[in-house]
């Protein structure tokens, strides 16, 4: 059974950093894409980040240029830095992952609370 863990949610000050960890276990495919989500109470979910098995990344725009993606296709992780952290990105942000052959699966999601 596929599994999605992610880590390294908490509480920052705004203009603070954090780095949130997904890693998947139980899988014997490799992943065409992993992402980020986040969802803010009241809100949709929404992509924040996309990286696919080539490196090719995409981010909302408005984390780029503070967010940076990150995979290791060896070990199925994916890692999200976030800089400059602002009030408005905290949410729940949640771990995707696709193979367009089998389906897509996500983690549990973790908080991630920025006070201003």
């Known amino acids: 059974q596929v599994q999605l863990v992610e880590s390294g949610g908490g509480l920052v000050q705004a203009g603070g950093s954090l780095r949130l960890s997904c890693a998947a276990s139980?899988?014997?495919?490799?992943?065409?894409?992993m992402s980020w989500h986040r969802q803010a109470p009241g809100k949709e979910r929404e992509l924040v980040a996309q990286i696919n098995n080539s490196g090719n990344t995409k981010y909302a725009d408005s984390v780029n240029g503070r967010f940076t993606i990150s995979r290791d296709n060896g070990k199925d992780t994916v890692k999200l830095q976030m800089n400059n952290l602002k009030p408005e990105d905290t949410a729940g942000y949640y771990c995707?992952?696709?193979?367009?052959?089998?389906?897509?699966?996500w983690g549990k999601g973790t908080q991630v609370t920025v006070s201003a």
């Open positions: 139980g899988n014997s495919f490799s992943f065409n894409t």
């Open positions: 995707r992952a696709a193979n367009s052959w089998v389906g897509t699966y």
